[in-house]
């Protein structure tokens, strides 16, 4: 007996940005091979379009050869950073390497480039490679992939810090650079010694080679100035830079055992609205997590007040657990606020239909029925309702009445059976 399902799966177009430095280096592919043939080439960092052994045998396939980073940058054609992470060690600096590279640059003489991965693609004509440093992901897979709460996600978009590339079905779907930079500049700045101003000073330096180092500079320029970054005190409390203290929404609960102080740590926090819980509870559910998900539907109605179609969601994830008087109950709210609420009439009557209560399920198929005469969901689960308690004369009226919606399908074949039966 079918459900209502309000929510559509996923259909994400491939997401790329295409942002070129201005110092790129050579733009057609026969110019680049041509200057990498019998040179050698390093790479720093991980890339994020291919394994280590993948980006060795394309500088093969240009006539290069791949040397370890042991070989001093002045003897080099190409140095090429991966963009898997940002370059940039504990103190905020750039790896040392890249220091060095730096500085043989400037003296004259030396004709070796430095690019970032995508350009460096780019430049071979492997743009497709390149746009698949762009790809988005979910708040699910950022969790996984960087470690880090969804709460921490979502107060960073709250404090402007980060924002979803694109918003599917209610889902937000983030790039991982950016992500990513949000990540590691926090991280950064939990380090002693390390201050927005010498961060900035050194993505700087970065600008030259890496395209998208505008984006960690304008999160950066988020703490400067609208003082959202907030620091741990020892006790566990959360302070700005004011000395106010700010409640943290995303703090663990501690097992009643543990005593240990917190170590003085910087972050950022915001409470969600129930909008974004409501968002947070569809991600969950679509990903399988249906008791996380039914406790964000939760605090959604209780942040946000009485919602339907938050009531509605809820309680078709409470049926899919199985926990079917609370799903009933919640469904029941659903069609008293809204009596023409066919999917709710619907879906509480298959719910009973379940429980053997097949009499009560007519009434809801009924009531749906009332609200939508043609809703050839209601007419098929009425049928199938009526069949089962010997009422088939009643039965055959809606297995006509569904067929003239779906004559051809798997469920269209089962009703002419019946009604050959009858």
């Not at 559910?285 to 039914?294: D, F, K, N, R, V």
């Not at 004369?393 to 009604?419: C, F, Q, T, V």
């Amino acid at each position: 007996m079918p459900a209502t399902r309000t929510k559509d799966p996923l259909a994400l177009k491939r997401h790329a940005a295409s942002q070129r430095s201005p110092t790129a280096g050579p733009a057609d592919t026969d110019d680049l091979r041509a200057f990498l043939r019998n040179r050698a080439v390093t790479s720093i960092g991980r890339f994020a379009s291919m394994s280590q052994q993948e980006f060795e045998d394309l500088i093969k396939d240009c006539g290069a050869r791949y040397v370890s980073r042991r070989t001093r940058p002045d003897a080099l054609a190409l140095v090429v950073i991966g963009e898997a992470e940002w370059p940039l060690d504990r103190s905020g600096t750039l790896w040392e390497y890249l220091r060095e590279a730096r500085v043989c640059k400037r003296r004259e003489g030396y004709q070796f480039r430095i690019l970032s991965e995508k350009l460096f693609l780019e430049a071979l004509n492997l743009r497709e490679r390149a746009e698949t440093i762009h790809r988005l992901y979910t708040v699910s897979t950022m969790t996984e992939l960087l470690a880090i709460t969804r709460d921490q996600i979502r107060a960073w978009v709250r404090a402007g810090l980060i924002e979803p590339a694109t918003v599917v079905g209610g889902v937000w779907y983030f790039d991982f650079k950016q992500v990513s930079a949000a990540k590691t500049i926090l991280e950064l700045l939990n380090e002693p010694r390390v201050t927005i101003g010498s961060l900035q000073r050194q993505l700087r330096h970065l600008r030259e080679w890496m395209p998208d180092v505008e984006q960690p500079l304008a999160q950066l320029s988020r703490f400067a100035g609208n003082g959202s970054l907030l620091v741990r005190l020892a006790k566990g409390d959360l302070a700005a830079d004011d000395g106010q203290l700010h409640f943290d929404f995303e703090q663990r609960t501690a097992s009643a055992a543990t005593e240990t102080e917190a170590a003085p740590s910087m972050r950022l926090v915001a409470p969600m609205s129930a909008s974004e819980w409501h968002q947070q509870a569809v991600e969950q559910e679509q990903a399988g997590y249906l008791a996380e998900a039914i406790e964000s539907y939760r605090e959604a109605l209780l942040t946000g007040g009485p919602n339907l179609q938050i009531s509605f969601d809820l309680a078709q994830t409470l049926h899919q657990l199985g926990r079917r008087e609370e799903a009933a109950e919640r469904y029941r709210q659903v069609v008293e606020a809204d009596p023409d609420h066919t999917d709710a009439w619907n879906n509480l009557g298959v719910l009973l239909a379940e429980q053997e209560r097949r009499a009560e399920a007519c009434e809801a198929f009924r009531h749906a029925l009332s609200a939508d005469p043609e809703n050839d969901l209601a007419h098929y689960n009425l049928a199938d309702a009526l069949d089962e308690i010997g009422r088939f004369e009643e039965a055959a009226d809606h297995w006509r009445a569904y067929l003239r919606h779906d004559p051809a399908s798997d469920r269209g074949a089962y009703a002419r059976s019946r009604l050959r039966a009858i």
